[in-house]
Nanobody, 121 residues
Framework: QLQAFGGGLVQAGGSLRLSCAASGRTLSGYGMGWFRQAPGQEREFVATISRSGGSTRYADSVKGRFSISRDNAKNTVYLQMNSLKPEDTALYYC????????????????WGQGTQVTVSS
């Protein structure tokens, strides 16, 4: 079971840090990812990180503003979001993959419930 939390309402230019924790599963055995979905839109890739944390990839829209990291000792994955924009408003999901990492929803095998991020202008 994955659980994402840390969302909220923030003004444009602000920051939030999302966390993804697992119960009954050791995240160190999985590549991890963050996706987001705005109303009426498809779920889109945000960031991914390999099992060790040594490799990461980002969507062009968040590169330089968002940072994905993990603390395997705490069984938690993070998404630090800086310089937030209104277009970052969405429901954010964390997901785990049996692959090294992934950039599409189909590559992920386990999903958590989302956490809402709303950025006001």
């Amino acid at each position: 079971q994955l659980q994402a939390f840390g969302g909220g309402l923030v003004q444009a230019g602000g920051s939030l840090r999302l966390s993804c924790a697992a119960s009954g599963r050791t995240l160190s055995g999985y590549g991890m990812g963050w996706f987001r979905q705005a109303p009426g839109q498809e779920r889109e890739f945000v960031a991914t990180i390999s099992r060790s944390g040594g490799s990461t990839r980002y969507a062009d829209s968040v590169k330089g503003r968002f940072s994905i990291s993990r603390d395997n000792a705490k069984n938690t994955v993070y998404l630090q979001m800086n310089s937030l924009k209104p277009e970052d408003t969405a429901l954010y999901y964390c997901a785990a993959t049996n692959y090294y990492y992934g950039t599409t929803p189909d590559e992920f095998h386990y999903w958590g419930q989302g956490t809402q991020v709303t950025v006001s202008s």
